[in-house]
């Protein structure tokens, strides 16, 4: 049993850094002394001390025999699973290295559509067939639900082959599925159940939050540690959580996927983040969830901003991390990109996204009662301007039942792509990805069959003058397929 309280990794940087020692290592700054003087007027020098590089003293992520190690039991305490590893480079790498180690090259997995664009890199380097599910958009709310429980029986009935399940929970949103159900139906049929739960490393530390992947019964689970909790951008974390991963595999992937430069101020800060939400997370976030709560209440009451709410959420059958705010902008007559940009130049609030509809305002371990009152006030003051005209958006997807012909790594690799028109490209097989935001879900994924109806959308979106996430011309007018001849 380890000690929660300590902190191996943070306290060995630091007393690194305090007996100043000389660097002849990289990196090239030296313990701040060659960084720019503009800079380091801004930031002070100290916190260079602490971007090392990997010496016996601060241990090396890919062969931890030290610090790191004891850093990363403690995390796999924290969270009560088998193992932890700490990542730097997001839940982005945490996604590839999850798909990379639980399937090989041909294996399928199952998984929503809406799933973050890493997952698709993922798939192309771990060589798996994806089997789609289509994400339940919901008009009313305006947002976008991932996998719940009766689809993923439906798939697992109809592709018994599948390896794994992998899901999303919670969503942007704060959106989550029933993981515990999902888990049994998974284990049931021997599936691997994978969870992307980058915006969930609170959850397991507050008993009002929605069950958290681990508890779940996730295999393995990936968390961005620095979108809630106090670790620095980048810094997040990679768990195994049953007999049916090989950490040695998981290990081998991540050291393929990661830098031998790690920086080690983000692998410090998992450290101490883990150390804080460990004793004070019950605390912080519950004082959170009241104040997210009085926030919805408030919002509520205004004439034209919206704020969905847990009861909503739990009528459709899924569960809401309350903290996170989506505020409905629609009814302002302004969509949700205009409201971020008067948030952050007229009222010195940046939220954390915008769509055509809603804006993400995501609090953290850090957040303040008068953080939340300054957006609130911002709010309340653009809901009594004079509303522009309501616009008619709506949020919608074509159907999109695909049929997978190619693996998108072979599409990836083969390079044999051809363009052609997109009144011509239906029957053809994709070569590209082309995402149109919102509602931020691909249309078209290398490898799969184009439709008519995919095209007529595409092309509809075109003659809007909507510019979609992948296309590399001026105007989407065509699409690359793959060249059969
Ligand atoms: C659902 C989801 N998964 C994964 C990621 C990637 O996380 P990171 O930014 O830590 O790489 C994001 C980023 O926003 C996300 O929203």
Not at 436 to 463: H, N, Q, S, W
Request: net charge neutral; glycine share 6%.
């Amino acid at each position: 049993m380890h000690n929660q309280e300590r902190t191996p990794l943070l306290d060995t940087l630091l007393a690194h850094a305090r007996r100043d020692v000389t660097s002849f290592h990289t990196p090239g700054h030296k313990n701040g002394q060659g960084i720019d003087p503009k800079l380091r007027s801004y930031t002070g020098r100290n916190v260079y001390k602490l971007d090392v590089t990997v010496f016996p003293e601060v241990d090396s992520l890919h062969d931890p025999v030290g610090p790191i190690k004891k850093a990363q039991a403690l995390m796999a305490q924290a969270y009560g699973v088998k193992y932890s590893q700490f990542l730097v480079n997001g839940s982005s790498v945490g996604n590839m290295a999850m798909l990379m180690s639980a399937c090989h090259p041909g294996d399928s997995v199952i998984l929503s559509r809406n799933a973050h664009k890493s997952t698709l890199s993922g798939i192309i380097m771990s060589g798996v067939w994806p089997i789609w599910i289509q994400p339940k958009v919901d008009q009313h709310l305006d947002v976008i639900f991932d996998s719940d429980a009766a689809q993923i029986e439906e798939a697992l009935r109809q592709f018994p082959e599948a390896k794994a399940v992998f899901v999303t929970s919670p969503t942007y949103h704060g959106i989550t599925t029933d993981l515990p159900q999902i888990a049994q139906l998974c284990h049931a049929k021997g599936k691997l159940l994978l969870v992307d739960e980058a915006h969930g490393a609170h959850l397991k530390f507050h008993k009002d939050f929605p069950t958290s992947a681990v508890e779940a019964g996730a295999d393995l689970c990936v968390q961005s540690t620095h979108k809630i909790l106090s670790a620095l951008s980048q810094g997040s974390v990679l768990y195994v959580n049953s007999d049916g991963v090989d950490i040695t595999r998981v290990r081998k992937i991540l050291s393929l996927l990661q830098t031998t430069s790690p920086n080690y101020f983000i692998l410090a800060s998992l450290d101490a983040a883990r150390r804080q939400v460990f004793f004070q997370g019950e605390k912080i976030f519950g004082r959170l969830i009241r104040l997210a709560e009085q926030a919805r209440e408030r919002i509520n009451r205004l004439q034209r901003v919206y704020c969905f709410t847990q009861g909503e959420i739990r009528a459709k059958g899924y569960d809401l991390d309350v903290t996170k705010l989506t505020l409905n902008v629609t009814r302002t007559g302004l969509s949700g990109h205009d409201v971020e940009h008067l948030l952050a130049f007229e009222y010195g609030v940046q939220v954390d996204c915008a769509d055509l509809f809603n804006l993400i305002a995501i609090m953290g371990s850090g957040t303040t009662r008068q953080d939340v009152e300054k957006l609130l006030s911002a709010v309340e003051a653009i809901d009594k301007k004079e509303p522009g005209e309501e616009k008619n958006w709506v949020l919608q997807l074509p159907s999109l039942a695909t049929e997978m012909v190619m693996t998108p790594r072979d599409v990836f690799l083969q390079h044999r792509a051809k363009r052609v028109s997109l009144s011509k490209a239906a029957g053809h097989i994709s070569a590209q990805t082309l995402t149109p935001y919102p509602p931020g879900i691909p249309v078209l994924i290398p490898g799969e069959r184009i439709t008519k109806e995919m095209c007529d959308f595409l092309m509809d979106l075109a003659d809007k003058d909507i510019r979609v996430s992948g296309q590399e011309t001026e105007a989407l007018r065509s699409v690359k397929v793959v060249a059969t001849r």
